[in-house]
């Protein structure tokens, strides 16, 4: 049975143009448009519904930073883009788990890190953000607008109110350092 | 230093940061990746970098991920909220233009008064579906809409015979013949005060599956194609085009020219069970559809949402006596609308 696509095309145009100005509420519309085919998905193999919410939720998040950060390429519909980002996330995370792949999903996950490498950088991503999290508020913001929504330097400066690109490299210098510090104190290696 | 030509970056923010989001080319990057096997400090600088990169990706799409699971657990989004203002000022607007279409009715229309100066029983807008407790004998005059509904075995007296004779020879027109309400975005459409019709009304619920223009084969294609190239593209609400709006296209279908049109949407998800498996087809859209007292509203459910200002210029032609055409999102969709019993009505 194949899976429904999108009709019009204008409404994914509607619901780009929001994610672009960063209207989180476009996330639950497509949450609840792709839900069914999302959960049939992961139901069918050996997922659950958790597991098929939980997958859903991180392809629309994957959706918001890819649209966010300009690396978006409009070539199919929203709720084709979803679908294959969940179906392959979750494929990862059942050759992570070493769970056995049924016969429908064929397709090996492209997976370069080897588990243990995997898992150091899992711990040591963990051990970042909890720090990014202790950071005071105007720091964190400036690291999440540089490196997680690549923001260049002049657009963080007219969203923080600084005065212009150098102010902000200045800062992020500081942050950086400050964060830094916060990280060598939970990984004393880490110099 | 590895090789000679390349420069320690270790303290170079830029070209650090630049590698971590990967917006340096293939030779740059292999230039990095080279001299950072061969200098420690700017291997830890690099990796530093690169977890200060993670954990920031991390705590974003964390951050994210708990707003949405916050938002989907609680029912709400921003659209949530614009829905509901939208249907509440939908309706308080419905009221307001239904309150002042009885008031200058009335006063347009005298009711009928009797010997004694009493005024007419139904004739103070009662809607139709009061009209049980009208008197057998005589008039219900149904919602100040300058209709008369002429109950069994009654003859109006000659004051309303004259006024209806009058309404049969020069229709009034209707600006508002075509209604799009977007249900699921709030604010779609614009909703108008209707005139009750008389009880002869057919009302009928069931189910169509429109055809999109381009469905090969399809039985309706040539219907389509014939009426997608007769049907006009202009906005929905449009004051100046409404009276060619309401001239009727169906000239050989004189009772329907005062009918209306509602279009609806909901995303499929919200399909009921047992129509989910005819929702399989891309070029197919499940409809139901609803005929009451004149009204014909068509929800259409979608897999994705057509935007509202798609509904607004939404329009509806009637091609034929069993079929009519939805143009939205630059899309034809023909339905059959089985009138006359062609098909039997299939009720939810």
Known sequence: MGRVTSLFAGNDAAILDRIRKGDEGALVDLYRENRRPVRAL???????????????????????????????????GLGTFVY???????????????????????????????????????????VVRSALERLGEPCR??????????????SIAAALGMANADTVKSKKYQCKKALEALIRERMPGND | MTDGSDAHFGTDEDL???????????????????????CAPCAASLRREMLVAAGA?????????????????????????????????????????????????????PPPVDAAGREAPGASGEIAQNRQSAPREGLAVTGGANKVAQLPGASPPAPLRAQAKQKEAAPTLQSDRYTALNEERGAGGIARSEPARGASQENAEFWSEGTV????????????????????????ISRSDAARDIAPRRKDAPAIEEEKY?????????????????????????????????????????????????????HVDAPGDDSVVVTVGGKKILYRLHRGGETEPQRK
């Open chain 1, 42 to 76: 992961i139901l069918r193999n050996s997922g659950t519904e958790d597991d098929a919410d939980d997958m859903l939720q991180e392809a629309l998040v994957t959706l918001w930073e890819r649209v966010r950060t300009g690396k978006f390429r409009h070539e199919a």
């Open chain 1, 84 to 126: 294959a980002t969940a179906r392959n996330i979750w494929l990862r995370r059942l050759a992570r788990a070493r769970r056995e792949v049924p016969g429908e999903m064929t397709d090996s996950p492209s997976d370069d890190a080897s588990p243990l490498d995997a898992m150091i950088e899992e711990e040591e991503s963990a």
């Open chain 1, 141 to 154: 913001k400036l690291l999440l607008l540089f490196y997680w929504e690549e923001k260049s330097m002049e």
């Open chain 2, 16 to 38: 650090l940061s630049a590698y971590v989001l990967g917006r340096l080319n293939a030779p740059e990057r292999e230039k990095m990746d080279r001299h950072a096997a061969g």
């Open chain 2, 57 to 109: 990706r991390r705590l974003g799409r964390e951050t994210l991920k708990a707003h949405l699971k916050k938002r989907i657990a609680s029912g709400e989004s921003p659209v949530e909220w614009l829905r509901i203002t939208g249907v509440a000022a939908t309706l308080c607007l419905v009221a307001g233009l239904g309150v002042y279409y009885l008031a200058v009715n009335r006063s347009q229309n």
């Open chain 2, 213 to 236: 223009e381009g469905a090969e084969g399809s039985p309706g294609a040539a219907a389509l194609k014939k009426a997608g190239a007769e049907a006009a593209e202009k906005p929905l």
């Open chain 2, 262 to 314: 509602v279009l609806r949407q909901r995303p499929a998800s919200a399909l009921p069970a047992d129509r989910e498996n005819h929702a399989r087809d891309r070029m197919k859209v499940p409809t139901q559809i609803e005929k009451t007292g004149g009204r014909t509203t068509l929800t259409m459910y979608l897999d994705s949402l057509v935007d509202e200002n798609e509904m607004r210029r939404a």
